[in-house]
């Protein structure tokens, strides 16, 4: 799989996935990538793979920022504004990671992505039946 999540959804299509499992799925790519540097924090090659892993779940959510600023998006209007407020929480925290390394900041960013790619993976009728 390419490592540009642009790409990745310009090739959904020919996969058969739907945007759901799409996102789903770079979501969890991009968590895994942050948990595999945290995980292996005193690797010789950490620098190298962290800065990938984060450049990836960039592009990830600059995209989706994209996409929720779009006048015809489809989704509620404060849903869009959550969603967009927890991307720039994200950017913000990546940065600092950055900046100043350290794995324990890396455990918000993997939950964030993991939990909302586990979230996307469940039907729309299964969502609807916990909230009732």
Do not use: R
């Given at each position: 799989m390419s490592n540009n999540p642009f790409n990745v959804y310009q090739n959904a299509n020919k996969e058969g996935m739907t945007q759901r499992e799409l996102e789903a799925s770079l979501l969890t790519r991009a968590g895994l990538m942050l948990k595999s540097c945290q995980d292996n924090w005193d690797a010789p090659d950490r620098d190298r793979r962290l800065e990938e892993a984060i450049k990836f779940n960039q592009k990830i959510w600059s995209f989706f920022q994209s996409e929720l600023t779009m006048p015809d998006n489809p989704l509620p209007k404060n849903l869009r504004e959550d969603i967009l407020n927890l991307s720039l929480f994200l950017d913000k925290r990546l940065f600092e990671v950055l900046a100043y390394p350290q794995p324990q900041k890396l455990t918000i960013a993997i939950n964030i992505?993991?939990?909302?790619?586990?979230?996307?993976?469940?039907?729309?009728?299964?969502?609807l039946g916990k909230a009732v």
């Open positions: 992505n993991l939990n909302l790619a586990a979230g996307l993976m469940k039907q729309p009728q299964e969502q």
